[in-house]
């Protein structure tokens, strides 16, 4: 059994024009949001996963490193990818299929479309839009990594924020 947590980073902000799409950092929102849906997620987790994978724009590192602290990781245990900021959905496909098949668990933090991409596609059949900040998790019925596109998924639950925010 494998499971994958995609994760859509926290809201961030355009204030500033000078800033690149790389370097733009969370606004207040995705701020309180991160905080709420890593302990929404650490309550939900069986066990905390054997991989956080991040891609290396700042809103999405930013929402990891906000996360892996409430899930027992330090910051310098988060692997950025930086392809997963830009390159697609095979791309990401590809480099899960690499993960040695010890990991039985990755937290995959990314961004939109590919994170609801990858998960109508390892469900076939979700398609809603995932909000900032929201969490999906898909278990497979696999032993190997390689083989996470030979069988669909079946998630195991599908959070986000203005499911718990009180304002």
């Not at 947590?5 to 950092?25: C, N």
């Not at 890593?38 to 994978?53: C, F, T, Y």
């Not at 596609?121 to 969490?135: M, Q, R, T």
């Amino acid at each position: 059994m494998k499971t994958l947590t995609l994760v859509r980073h926290a809201k961030s902000t355009w204030d500033i024009e000078d800033w690149t799409d790389l370097e733009r950092p969370l606004n207040e929102r995705g701020l309180s949001d991160a905080p709420l849906m890593a302990k929404v997620l650490a309550k939900k987790m069986e066990s905390k996963p054997d991989l956080i994978l991040s891609s290396n724009a700042l809103r999405a590192l930013s929402t990891a490193n906000i996360f892996a602290p409430l899930l027992g990781y330090s910051e310098d245990d988060i692997s950025v990818e930086n392809g997963i900021y830009d390159r697609g959905t095979k791309y990401i496909i590809n480099l899960l299929k690499t993960q040695a098949d010890d990991i039985n668990s990755i937290l995959l933090f990314g961004h939109n479309p590919d994170v609801t991409s990858m998960a109508t596609y390892f469900l076939g059949d979700f398609v809603e839009s995932l909000p900032a900040c929201a969490v999906i998790s898909i278990d497979f019925d696999i032993d190997q990594w390689t083989e996470i596109e030979d069988i669909n998924g079946v998630m195991k639950f599908y959070e986000y924020p203005k499911k718990y925010r009180t304002n």
